[in-house]
């Protein structure tokens, strides 16, 4: 069990399960970087519109392996570990039993799995769009848990029937750390329509024909103990038995944390393998178009948005459009992306016409539309494939600016852009996003990502720290990329044939999501 060291001395772990990759830290109090980890895994894609993540080999192996190898690597002994912070993609849904196995070979994860489009409509129809709104400040989308959650409920009903609880990728983990089931209020404001926003707790007469309320996890907020090390989980992570758990939140936010976005006013955008945003608000703001949510702390708000690909895009391209690239990387030569990028470089501002609607996966925000599809338009024989690179940047560029748009309509126009991510290390896509919204972006020096929030956190939930704005003391910022007024002006003719671009194609779209074969 844990000794009476002082919490004046110590160390706070924090460990995040991305869409690709999972990473682990040890900070020591003051910020610093004592050890970190990370390790890759693979989304599965089952079926069009499917998209998964094994839960023990994904969720549960990286977060164990992350565990030893940062405490092996660094030397800490167990009982120097004050607190453990989560985080994860969300939401998820996940069924378990009573020990906390799960009940079927995957996790479903967020909105870039869109098989309940069907469910979505169903839900609209029996509860009503306008009420779910009311009660959520959301609307259904491919984000929402609750369309999954009737999937399951109809097309796996065995499974459905035998589950003990339905949890998220983070709450599986505590679970398993802990034995006790929870959910911090920001992931449960996505579980539309089963959370009410104004009273912040399960809606229990919209969790009539989705799922038993029982059957969900306990709401706390990210900073709340959700419990200690059991014995059993400290024989498997290395962990001390008795150490304190917090609730953890979604992989997004814990990087909005992390790099200081906690004050009103201040938004973060997350390029990763998809692009997730956070706003923080004054006041719960709500649209029709954006997710509201709870933020991390106790009386904060936020809005959530998100494009369903990103760095899950050029990825795709890497693999399917650049093999060469590879190849050459495999042997020794150039990175691929960085080949990539490099061929991009010169390329102009609106990519000599080319323009990409980046909806491989459907869309989440602004669009919301699970049956929107990825489209290349104005390909010429003179476009090359840096071209083509290049359009795939800038589209994130319109998607992002749409959103800005929507926010400057609500008064929520933010004051101050914090970009993290993977995407940050590529300046060719950094300078096209400022350039496209107009807007100057600081970029932190150090950028561990959530994992790094998460260790934080825990240090905030067990009392380390007085206040989240504590966090300041543990950021410096590197660069700020500041918009092209020349390229600018180009872009503003791009981005409005961007919007209208789906408008036109939307209907083609969505017959040709109906051709598609779906179990």
């Known amino acids: 069990m844990r000794s009476s060291k002082s919490m004046s001395t110590g160390y706070l772990l924090g460990i995040d399960i991305g869409t690709y990759e999972s990473k682990g830290v040890i900070t020591n109090l003051e910020g610093e970087v004592i050890s970190l980890q990370t390790c890759a895994h693979d989304m599965n894609i089952p079926h069009v519109g499917w998209a998964e993540h094994d839960a023990e080999k994904v969720w549960w192996d990286d977060f164990v392996t992350l565990s030893n190898n940062l405490l092996s690597s660094s030397g800490i002994k167990s009982d120097e570990i004050l607190a453990v912070g989560i985080s994860a993609i969300a939401p998820d849904l996940l069924p378990v039993d009573k020990d906390c196995n799960p009940l079927r070979p995957g996790g479903i994860l967020y909105g870039v799995d869109t098989r309940a489009a069907q469910e979505i409509d169903e839900l609209n129809e029996v509860i009503g769009a306008e009420n779910i709104f009311d009660k959520t400040g959301n609307m259904l989308s491919s984000q929402a848990i609750g369309p999954k959650l009737l999937w399951l409920k109809k097309n796996e009903p065995d499974v459905y029937k035998s589950a003990y609880k339905f949890l998220t990728a983070s709450s599986f983990i505590i679970a398993r750390l802990t034995g006790n089931f929870v959910i911090d209020h920001l992931t449960a404001s996505f579980w539309v329509p089963l959370y009410d926003i104004k009273n912040k707790s399960w809606n229990v007469d919209f969790c009539k024909g989705i799922v038993e309320p029982e059957r ?43 790099v200081g976005v906690v004050n009103p006013g201040q938004m973060m955008v997350m390029y990763g393998s998809t692009i997730f945003m956070y706003a923080v608000t004054e006041h719960q703001v709500t649209d029709k178009r954006l997710w509201a949510c709870q933020f991390v702390f106790p009386g904060s708000s936020a809005l959530g948005m998100g494009m369903s690909t990103s760095g899950s895009l050029t990825r795709w391209f890497r693999d399917q459009l650049a093999p060469d690239l590879i190849a050459i990387e495999k042997s020794g030569g150039e990175n691929a992306y960085a080949a990539l990028i490099r061929i991009s470089e010169n390329i102009p501002a609106g990519s000599e016409g080319l323009i990409v609607l980046p909806y491989f996966s459907g869309e989440r925000t602004p669009i919301n539309d699970p049956r929107a599809k990825g489209v290349f338009f104005g390909l010429t024989l003179a476009h090359t494939r840096g071209h083509m690179f290049k359009a795939i940047l800038e589209s994130m560029g319109y998607g992002v600016r749409n959103h800005f748009d929507v926010m400057n309509e609500l008064d929520s126009y933010p004051k101050e852009i914090i970009a993290v991510g993977g995407g940050t290390k590529n300046n060719v896509w950094m300078q096209a996003i400022s350039d496209i919204c107009k807007v100057p972006q600081k970029i932190p020096s150090l950028t561990v990502g959530a994992s790094y929030g998460d260790a934080f956190l825990a240090g905030l939930g067990i009392g380390i720290f007085n206040s989240y704005t504590d966090i300041n003391s543990w950021i410096n910022y590197m660069s700020i990329i500041q918009p092209n007024p020349n390229n600018s002006a180009i872009y503003d003719g791009f981005y409005d044939q961007y919007l209208k671009l789906y408008q036109s194609t939307k209907l083609i779209m969505h017959t040709i999501y109906n051709f598609d074969s779906y179990p």
Do not use: M
Not at 226 to 242: Q, W, Y
């Open 216 to 258: 969900l996890a306990e709401i706390l907020w990210t900073t709340d103990v959700a419990g200690k090390i059991s014995k059993n989980a400290a024989s498997l992570t290395g962990l001390l038995e008795g150490t304190p758990v917090i609730a953890g939140t979604a992989d997004a936010a814990a990087e909005a944390v992390s």
